[in-house]
């Protein structure tokens, strides 16, 4: 029987199927102890560090990233975080387990589907419009939009992660335009819209989320410019203005040069999306903490990514 990896406690012995989604061989403190393996696997509801000591590098050559293995150990804590110690891995019997047991799935996929449709609809600009219209009538394209996750852990790391996120930023890019006449709501819109639609060239999903090779030569918001500067060459009459506001947009999402954007936001409109996409991004990861951590203590654990822990002690209801 399979055992889900939120259910792993310290002291729980683990004999189950996993994703392989990261494998690393690191060289012990003393040179002479030789190389110790470092896993990261995974399944639908989370990813958990395991750790081989013993005849690493022999069984490391047996392993290949994002296959199915068989995990034998135990659990411990280690500063903070569980992580399982290995006592035996092999890979696992194929043909047995289905994608779905190791890929956590987001909201429902007609959902997502019916809002992008909505949202599509509310546009005025003849141009955008188009763009959209014909972009997400390609089958291939829509599904990829649909299924594909937003990251490999941070936020919507889950099937239907991009699509879910960029909703959400798009209902809160929405909410930025009521209150300023003066932002082009439906270039705001589409820019929310398509972010991140690198990520489908940024990330390979089969049984864990790992980055593609063009993924990490390029990243997603340079992957995304190339891919809408080719959808947007298919349309001669496409303003070239709106294009480059478009491509700015994309470009510039994650605001800072240290975030990884190539300029910085330059327009109210990719400010805009710019900061609905930090909300839509941090408000679930802070959510995700707080579920990630079941016991009832007023505090979560401490998390590094967002440098805190989160106090839960408001609970007016
Ligand atoms: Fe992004
Ligand atoms: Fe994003």
Redesign the pocket.
Known sequence: MKQYINELQPGVKVNSVFALAKKQLIPFRDPSKGKFLSLVIADKTGQIEAKLWDGAEEIAAGLAEEDLIQVEGAVSEYRGSNQITIEKVSPAAAGKWQPEDFLPAGKDKQLLLDELRQLVASLNNEHLKTLLANWFSDKDFLQQYLTCP?AKKVH?ACIGGLAE??LE?CSYAVQVAKNYSKINRDVVLVGALL??IG?IMEYRYQTSIAVTDSGKLFGHPVLGWDMIAERIGMQPDFPAPLADHLKHIILT?HGQLEWGAPVLPQTPEAMTVFYC?LL??RIRQVFDIIQQDEDDELWTRYDRLISRAIYRGYKED
């Open positions: 937003a919507h996120h960029s930023v972010h991140d990520k999402h996409d839509s991004g």
